[in-house]
């Protein structure tokens, strides 16, 4: 960076220089010429007034002159000539300037001799007697200007080159010093500093990124704490009814169970126990899906209400064996979602609310259909939450009573697939529960 501004202000500076240099000598140039040319108008009138009074014994007075002065009739011939022989200049007829004044009274013209490198200036001037009166003057082009002056200029140039070189090293080295010194781990620390008030923007920006990545960061040590738990609570999990499945089974391959009412018993452990592994395994792969944001799954328009009807069927027998009650109230009430996990959502509420009320109790599902959204209330009157556990119950295998889940069964992940299922629907959950008289589960879709 320093390299390109030490770059474009060294560029900058001689382009300015050569700019300046150029224009200057133009301007100078121009002017001198027109002082020559109003000191030669000036000359011109003196001596055209001096022949007309004293004819040509005028020049047999003058003396030497930083002009050349020639004589000329009206058709062109040349009577006097201070530089050169009159008898062997050629006419003069077709020169502009003598042409002019002629017609005018008065002419101008200059020629550039591009071998001697020299501009000659002319002016003419008609005299009573009708003859003409030329004065000429030779100044030097630009171009041999130059040339004349070119080993002080050349030192000009260098010491400006050298002056622009310096200058431009300094003007860098100063820009970028302060960014240079930027506290790039604290960007807003340099806000009462900084030289640059234009780059508090980009400071705000770093500020905003370090606490994203701050976050971010945070958010990867949580993730991979909670992989570690799920990882450790899974395999827990999944050795519990592998170790009794084990030991039945061994019981039965000895022989040591002999009746046949004992082998029923066993076989039926064993069957609890795999469904339990195979309800476990169904919940963390159901899990994992949710956890990637339900990519891949389509979103139609679907009834909340008939998704209820078909969760609570699915579970009546379930329902029955707990002696629980379970209803559903509303009406339809349509909005786009996925099917099966808002099935799941209800399904794990219900089931979960079903495991925890008494005998004899109620399991109320509620849809609503209210302007711009969708709510579903799961409602028992079970055993209730400590409101310390309430933020929680969302963990998995996070478990408020681990004695009585254990009487219930589950797998622990009912409640963390509802909040995964209910975030891939942008929809918000609200828990209110009171110890011995139950718990309302509320879940609200935008429509």
């Excluded at 055209?48 to 058709?75: C, N, P, V």
């Excluded at 609310?353 to 009157?381: E, F, H, M, W």
Aim: proline fraction near 3%; hydrophobic fraction near 40%.
């Amino acid at each position: 960076m320093r390299g390109k501004i030490f770059k474009s202000i060294w560029l900058a500076l001689l382009s300015v220089l050569t700019l300046s240099f150029i224009l200057i000598t133009g301007l100078l140039y121009t002017h001198f010429t027109n002082e020559q040319l109003d000191q030669l108008r000036s000359e011109t009138k003196l001596v055209a007034q001096s022949l007309a009074m004293d004819g040509k014994h005028y020049f047999d007075t003058l003396g030497e002159t930083d002009f050349r002065i020639t004589w000329i009739t009206a058709d062109g011939t040349i009577l006097y000539d201070n530089e050169v022989d009159s008898s062997v200049m050629e006419n003069h007829m077709e020169r502009e300037e003598i042409r002019n004044a002629l017609r005018n009274g008065y002419g101008e013209s200059s020629r550039y001799s591009s071998t001697l490198l020299e501009r000659q200036l002319y002016t003419a001037q008609r005299l009573p007697d009708g003859t003409v009166l030329r004065l000429s003057i030779t100044q030097a082009t630009i171009w041999n200007l130059l040339l004349h002056f070119l080993l002080p200029m050349a030192g000009i140039l260098i010491a400006a080159l050298l002056t622009s070189l310096f200058l431009a090293f300094n003007l860098s080295q100063r820009i970028v010093e302060p960014l240079n010194t930027l506290d790039l781990d604290h960007p807003l620390k340099n806000r009462d500093h900084t030289a640059y008030t234009e780059i508090l923007p980009l400071l705000h920006r770093l500020d905003d990124q370090h606490k994203q990545l701050a976050n971010d960061r945070e958010e990867l040590l949580k993730t991979s704490q909670i992989r570690q738990e799920f990882t450790a609570n899974a395999s827990h999990e999944l050795k519990t009814p592998l170790h009794v499945i084990s030991g039945y089974a061994e019981l039965l391959e000895s022989g040591m169970v002999t009746t046949e009412e004992a082998r029923r018993l066993f076989a039926g452990k064993i069957r609890a126990e795999s469904q339990r592994m195979s309800k476990l395994v169904g919940d963390i792969i159901d899990l994992s899906r949710l956890d990637s944001g339900g990519v891949g799954m389509p979103r139609e328009l679907t009834d909340l209400h008939r998704i209820a009807l078909n969760a609570v069927e699915a579970l009546q027998s379930e329902a029955e064996s707990a002696a629980v009650t379970v209803a559903v109230e509303g009406g339809p009430t349509l909005l786009y979602g996925v099917p099966l996990v808002l099935y799941s959502i209800i399904y794990n509420l219900c089931s979960n609310a079903i495991n925890y009320s008494n005998k004899g109790g109620k399991v109320l599902v509620t849809v609503r259909d209210l302007p711009g959204k969708a709510q579903l209330t799961v409602s028992d009157q079970g055993i209730g939450i400590p409101s310390e556990d309430l933020d929680r119950i969302f963990e998995r295998f996070y478990r408020v009573d681990k004695s009585h889940s254990k009487e219930v069964g589950g797998t622990g992940l009912g409640l963390s697939i509802v909040k995964h299922a209910a975030g891939i629907h942008n929809a918000e959950i609200q828990v209110r529960s009171e110890l011995g008289k139950g718990s309302d589960f509320t879940v609200t879709f935008p429509k």
